[in-house]
């Protein structure tokens, strides 16, 4: 079901002031002190890097430079610069001197030399950056980092379970100690130095199986991901507070942890880690589901089966979270047959239905049972061809609301002992579908990115909402859309649901004896008879609040646009309370939107004779807010 238009609940949040989920952070005046580097000007003079970044401004302000070229403007200024300089600095240099130059005063901040200066311009267009950290192979002193033993899983000596040595994460973990602080910093500063906004990050935490972690490490873990974010602008650390006060501090800090995610197993999804999940600030969670097949799951030790990933999606979309699912096609005991069966059961499924989708064909690394089983003739990975083209069948038919983060793992290709060694899978299958006349219409492949007809186009932007069946609830997946559907400029999911609040709880199968049953439990109450909020993402340049120019998809207020018609579609329903599973450092943009905390969610009475309670609730977001800042 689809349909478009404008809607009144819209119209009427245009007379709200001017705030969207992009503005939710202060500007970052600071100069370099927060900054750790290593040997950045071992090869570069720093005083004529800083003339460099004078002229390079000096260019832009008189014209020579122009940020609608396609920066062939900047790259000319950047030779005439290096002849007359001799040097040839790269951007984390440029970038380094600009702030400098900035933090002691001796030039203004330039938004053009800000937008031209960055390193990866698709990363600065996602609204959000992805901080990816690991946990400890050895957490609180144990040596194990997940309690199972899948075949496929390397077990590399010192790496947390299923992680390899070279992979880019893993590398930054070791090279820090596991330290979540320390690896949190290191890639702040890589971010910062490469022109990125950083006032918004998404954690993504990975290593081994979450829910097989010490709790005590858990909290401590989250409590510093909050800590390293809190403190990352200051000169000089502070003592870390308890997780609830450091979560606090990060609702109006300069660096927002605007979503965490966790890594588990579908049999993990329990009662009592959901209300733990919630108690971290988590609002999305990676399920390792690898397969459906039970003979194909039980053949690779998972124990973990079809029924528990139907649970734990049903659990996890009830509690309103946001999934990612992770599959795993070619394993020992498939087929190219067994393969289209699961994509075709997750394509028309409604007990399989995820939000973001992760495609990583076996492959056979050192560390694993399936080298083994491979050396010894037990196992050889299918036909790539045929791999290649079930993949592509299911792009084909992807439906709008998901997106594919990644086809094939990032796993080093000399890591590989066999199966299909292409790191740019999804570029390949990309370009042979191009050829055979197919298009990926998954969230991501429509993403506005820097594409300047896309941008063109946001002005005549339209309002689009599809809706489908899921785990016993309907979805309404809202967005706002270029008039060919071509482009995706910001969306927003909403559930309605008849089980909100409720848990299904049975043991996992390690643990469960033939007399359990499973047992229907409340998790959250106040998420009961709640229309819930998933997710609302608007793409664009991050830009934070009081930045003197609003450029962009930012500037048309896709976000409260969404939310009112997420608002207008639950009070047509008949529900009076709505809730967003909110990201603890995008709070205050839904406090201003009349939402207020309860249960670790965002709450807000909608519909008739709810506009006094919305009035008294913002009013006493208003006066939280100016105590906080006190």
């Not at 079901?1 to 992009?22: F, H, I, K, L």
């Not at 039980?298 to 979309?317: F, G």
């Not at 087929?335 to 973001?356: A, C, G, H, T, W």
């Not at 047509?572 to 450092?585: F, H, K, L, M, P």
Request: charged letters at 25%; hydrophobic letters at 35%; proline letters at 4%.
């Amino acid at each position: 079901m689809c349909s478009n238009g404008t809607t009144e609940a819209a119209e009427a949040m245009q007379t709200q002031p001017d705030v969207d989920v992009e503005d939710t952070v202060p500007p970052d005046n600071r100069g370099v002190s927060h900054l750790t580097t290593t040997d950045l000007f071992r090869h570069c003079d720093r005083e004529k890097t800083e003339q460099f970044v004078i002229g390079l401004i000096d260019m832009i302000k008189t014209g020579k430079i122009k940020l609608d070229d396609d920066k062939k403007s900047w790259t000319k200024g950047v030779h005439i610069l290096t002849r007359l300089h001799h040097i040839t600095p790269g951007i984390s240099q440029l970038n380094y001197a600009y702030k400098s130059l900035v933090g002691r005063g001796l030039i203004e901040k330039n938004e053009d030399f800000e937008t031209l200066s960055v390193a990866k311009q698709i990363r600065s267009v996602q609204g959000v950056n992805v901080v990816t950290v690991l946990t400890s192979p050895y957490p609180l002193g144990q040596m194990f980092s997940c309690h199972f033993n899948c075949s496929f899983c390397p077990t590399y000596p010192n790496m947390p379970k299923s992680y390899i040595p070279d992979e880019p994460a893993v590398l930054r973990g070791n090279r820090n100690d596991w330290d979540p602080v320390k690896q949190v910093d290191d890639r702040l500063c890589a971010l910062c130095l490469n022109g990125c906004e950083v006032c918004k990050v998404e954690l993504l935490v990975l290593g081994g199986t979450w829910d097989s972690y010490p709790i005590k490490y858990q909290e401590e873990f989250c409590r510093d991901l909050y800590y390293a974010l809190n403190t990352f602008m200051d000169d000089q650390k502070r003592d870390r507070l308890s997780l609830e006060e450091e979560m606090l501090i990060n609702q109006t800090a300069r660096i927002r942890m605007i979503g965490l995610t966790l890594e588990t197993r579908p049999d993990q999804i329990n009662s009592e880690n959901i209300i733990r999940y919630r108690k971290y600030g988590c609002t999305r969670i990676q399920l390792g589901v690898q397969h459906l097949d039970d003979e194909i799951l039980r053949k690779n030790n998972r124990e973990c089966y079809q029924d528990d990933t139907r649970r734990a999606i049903w659990n996890l979309l009830n509690s309103g979270y946001k999934i990612d699912g992770h599959l795993m096609p070619d394993l020992p005991g498939s087929s190219p047959e067994k393969d289209k069966e699961m994509f075709n059961e997750i394509l028309y499924n409604p007990d399989f239905r995820f939000d973001q989708l992760k495609i990583y064909p076996c492959e056979t690394t050192p560390h694993t049972l399936i080298q083994k089983w491979m050396e010894s003739g037990q196992y050889e990975h299918y036909n790539e061809e045929d791999l290649m083209n079930i993949i592509m069948d299911f792009m084909a038919n992807l439906p709008e609301h998901i997106r594919v983060n990644r086809v094939v793992r990032d796993i080093p290709t000399h890591q590989i002992i066999d199966g299909i060694a292409k790191p740019n899978l999804l570029q390949i299958l990309n370009q042979k579908m191009a050829k055979m006349g197919l298009k990926c219409k998954c969230i991501r492949c429509r993403e506005v990115g820097t594409q300047k007809d896309a941008l063109a186009m946001a002005k005549d932007a339209e309002l689009v909402v599809r809706q489908y069946n899921a785990s016993g609830g309907t979805e309404y997946f809202i967005s706002f859309e270029s008039p060919d559907r071509a482009y995706i400029y910001g969306f927003c999911r909403l559930r309605l649901s008849p089980d909100a609040g409720y848990c299904k709880d049975i043991p996992c199968p390690r643990d469960r004896k033939k007399s359990d049953v499973e047992k229907l439990v409340v998790t959250t109450d106040s998420l009961r008879n709640t229309a819930m909020i998933r997710e609302l993402h608007v793409y664009g340049k991050v830009t934070p609040v009081g930045a003197e120019k609003k450029t962009g998809v930012q500037h048309y207020g896709f976000g409260k646009r969404m939310m009112a018609e997420a608002e207008r579609i639950a009070v047509e329903a008949g529900y009076t309370r709505i809730s967003v599973i909110s990201g603890i450092g995008v709070r205050e943009f839904y406090q201003k939107l009349g939402y207020v905390e309860r249960d670790s969610y965002m709450m807000k009475n909608i519909g008739s004779g709810s506009t006094i309670t919305n009035i008294i609730s913002k009013s006493y977001n208003t006066l939280l807010n100016a105590l906080r800042k006190m």
